[in-house]
């Protein structure tokens, strides 16, 4: 059987309509600022050694003295806004750019990090807000989600079991942060859709290389705590040693599967237009360009905006690059990401004709609240 030209057609991200700066926790939190060498975000993004080879430590160093690690602004959710409300903008939007209906999506990939409710993921919640009557389909790897249901996707249209695949991808980090904890410096909420389709011939996904990340499980986990009213409430953590494993792990994981992508593509890193790196701190964009040895004019880095937003990342580096003039039809283009505990994966594609869409409170012209 010969395999069709398939890949993103549409593409559309969605925010929270809070913008959190720093000011924020300055003002409502200043003995955690005051203290934050003491708390996690410290101990996760911190070294001792000033001369270290390590890329990862190197390109972090000049973020030491902040507290803040660089992050400037977060998107946070506000009353009535949940995983489930921005999903579903996302969702639409990338259905309408794709000049599309939901009657023509046969199958939906939801990868939602983490859920509004206890148990099963956001697919059927989803499915139900849209009116969709095919499959729906929850696939999570946590930070890596975009790149693992981009490859689902695309080897389900290249078999022809399905037409139009819709994945939508979603971070739900801060009511997931404890507001006590520095952790919810780096945490912002977004999300992500896109459409897989049929492309021009010689367009679309080319190669992709996954691999699990196995060595960073006892990393970051979730623990069950009860809040002052005696409500059950899940928070992040981060274990002991998480920074140092991040730190050795980052750019090994980093060149397998860049180097296995391409090479499944058919091509080098030299001939790769835009790099999308999801960049969970500030410096990380820094820390891909010079493991690979690429010019930074290649990429974009989005943490000054956003923060961390996790498996959103990809799909907001995509839309940006874009947006920006970055990327351009028939353009090379590499997506990079890794998931504690998940996986680290990369794709190479040849860029369509592909259409945009950004809808946030902040572009219908509304007024984004500010804290």
Not at 135 to 151: G, I, K, P, R, Y
Not at 295 to 303: A, G, P, Q, R
Request: contains cysteine.
């Amino acid at each position: 059987m010969n395999l069709l030209p398939v890949g993103i057609r549409s593409l559309a991200v969605s925010f929270p309509s809070i913008i959190r700066t720093n000011d924020y926790y300055r003002e409502n939190y200043p003995e955690l600022v005051a203290q934050a060498e003491q708390k996690t975000l410290s101990k996760v993004f911190s070294t001792t050694n000033s001369d270290s080879s390590n890329e990862f430590d190197r390109e972090m160093l000049p973020y030491l003295a902040d507290p803040f690690r660089g992050t400037v602004e977060r998107r946070v959710f506000a009353p009535g806004e949940s995983a489930l409300t921005i999903s579903y903008q996302a969702a639409k939007d990338a259905i309408a750019a794709a000049k599309l209906t939901a009657e023509d999506i046969d199958l939906m990939l939801v990868g939602t990090i983490f859920t509004d409710q206890l148990g099963p993921g956001n697919a059927a919640f989803l499915a139900e807000k849209l009116g969709l009557q095919g499959a729906a389909w929850n696939l999570e790897s946590t930070c890596s989600s975009a790149v693992a249901a981009l490859q689902t996707a695309s080897a389900m249209v290249q078999t022809r079991q399905y037409h139009n695949v819709l994945v939508v991808i979603c971070t739900n980090y801060s009511p997931l942060t404890d507001p006590q904890d520095t952790l919810s410096f780096l945490s912002g909420d977004g999300a992500g859709a896109f459409v897989v389709s049929q492309l021009k011939p010689n367009q679309g996904v080319l190669g992709t290389k996954i691999l699990n990340t196995a060595c960073t499980c006892n990393t970051f986990y979730n623990e069950l705590v009860m809040d002052a009213e005696g409500k059950p409430h899940i928070y992040i953590r981060a274990a002991k040693g998480t920074g140092k494993i991040l730190s050795d792990t980052a750019t090994e994981f980093l060149k397998k599967c860049c180097d296995g992508a391409v090479k499944a593509a058919g091509v080098t890193l030299k001939d790769i237009d835009f790099f999308a790196f999801n960049t969970p701190t500030a410096w990380y964009a820094d820390v891909c360009a010079r493991a690979l040895g690429i010019s930074k004019e290649h990429t974009i880095n989005l943490n000054h905006l956003y923060a961390n937003i996790g498996p959103t990342f990809p799909l907001a580096n995509l839309y940006h690059g874009v947006e920006s003039g970055k990327i351009r039809e028939n353009d090379l283009v590499l997506v990079y990401t890794i998931g504690s505990v998940s996986n680290a994966g990369a794709c190479v594609m040849r860029w369509g004709d592909v259409s945009i869409s950004y809808q946030s409170s902040v572009n219908s012209k509304q007024v984004a609240i500010v804290r």
